[in-house]
């Protein structure tokens, strides 16, 4: 028969080939995640800010390389380094001005299954596509981040490359954890299964020092970025705790389901106590600012829609007008290792991808609107566009 070990063990033998697997036919023939996402020419002004005739005189007087050339005698598009590349030559690149602080946002619930991960990579990708230089801490042991990236965390992964040995105070900085990802001006601090010994360690030596060490440590490198995005664990610990301390930002993503109402109630809750007994020790925890998004939004369920209404009511202006629809194409993508983003066509239909696609942009243009309003260097342009 086996005791139950026995069995655990054989189960996880399986799990482990089956994990292997699923990355070797996502990410075949040599299992090296990519940036395979190219942009057309009409795409590339709309990012770049600039008519069809400046990139192309940027090219003939030699400023920009071309596209490449496809089999077909095409061009295949333009690469985002090659996008950042002409923002970089046209002036259009957006950043924060040298007096700005940099947004440090935590997506946190206590809660799992609410799409903080989903939420947290999607958004960097689009900070980053905007032009934007982000960092996204993957502060969950669960690593689901990490797995977006193309990484098999217990794998690919050394416990010596995540935040574990700086959470030991073995660096004075978080600069050797982070790597560059395949997705240009985003690098990512990856997380495995060995984070979660953090939290023993922490908690058995805890002191008021315990708390800062997150903070401590992105202020050393916090210069080189515009945004820092961190997608902690669904559960209020230690290094929750350190990232609450950390983040100046908060989005607490919450689907309209009774359940996940009263739990997101009872995260703020935690939330307070927790920044209370924080700010007593440390002082002033300060947010640029705090909102909850919608997630797993289906519209054709009225219940749900009467739930967003009480939020609506309950939260007096702090719940993003943007919602987080459900779509199949981002379940599609997941199972890739994929978000919408990365996509070069559709998985499902045309129609669910590019529906997909608004709807992204659209919570994420809203989050990145929040940050610019942050930086005083951005007031002058949302003013003249009637942003401010």
């Not at 689907?255 to 007593?280: N, R």
């Not at 499902?348 to 929040?370: A, G």
Request: aromatic residues 8%.
């Amino acid at each position: 028969m086996g005791t139950g070990l026995d069995k655990i063990n054989k189960l996880l033998e399986h799990t482990e080939r089956l994990r292997r697997s699923f990355r070797n036919f996502n990410f075949s023939p040599d299992n090296v995640k990519r940036d395979e996402r190219r942009y057309s020419l009409k795409e590339a002004q709309e990012l770049v800010g600039r008519s069809y005739q400046a990139i192309r005189d940027a090219e003939n007087d030699g400023r920009l390389c071309p596209p490449e050339i496809g089999a077909n005698g095409r061009r295949v598009g333009f690469t985002l380094s090659q996008i950042n590349k002409m923002r970089d030559i046209f002036g259009t690149r957006l950043h924060r001005g040298k007096n700005d602080d940099p947004v440090i946002l935590a997506i946190q619930n206590f809660k799992g299954g609410v799409s903080k991960s989903t939420v947290a990579c999607h958004l960097a990708e689009y900070l980053a596509k905007q032009g934007y230089s982000v960092l996204l801490i993957d502060c969950d042991s669960q690593a689901s981040s990490t797995t977006t990236f193309g990484y098999i965390p217990d794998d690919d992964i050394d416990e010596n490359e995540t935040l574990l040995p700086f959470f030991r105070e073995e660096a004075e900085t978080l600069a050797p954890y982070i790597r560059k990802t395949y997705w240009d001006s985003l690098d990512i601090i990856p997380s495995n299964l060995m984070l979660y010994q953090a939290e023993y360690e922490l908690a058995s030596n805890a002191s008021a020092g315990s708390f800062t060490l997150l903070k401590e440590g992105i202020e050393t490198i916090q210069d080189n970025y515009d945004v820092i995005i961190m997608d902690p664990a669904p559960a209020l610990g230690m290094i929750s705790l350190n990232v609450i301390y950390a983040a100046n930002a908060l989005i607490i993503p919450m689907p309209p389901a009774m359940y996940d109402f009263s739990s997101t109630i009872s995260f703020l809750t935690m939330l307070k106590s927790s920044m209370e007994s924080l700010e007593l020790h440390l002082g002033p925890i300060e947010y640029k600012f705090v909102k909850i998004l919608i997630s797993r939004y289906d519209e054709s369920k009225s219940a749900q829609q009467a739930l967003v209404d009480l939020a609506n009511d309950q939260f007096e202006g702090s719940v993003l007008a943007a919602k987080l629809r459900d779509s199949a194409e981002i379940a599609s993508a997941g199972n890739r290792q994929r978000t919408v983003y990365e996509l070069n066509g559709p998985i499902t239909s045309p129609k669910v991808h590019n529906r997909c696609l608004t709807i992204l942009d659209s919570v994420n243009k809203e989050v990145e609107l929040l940050i610019r309003r942050s930086w005083a260097s951005h007031s002058k342009s949302l003013r003249d566009a009637g942003l401010d």
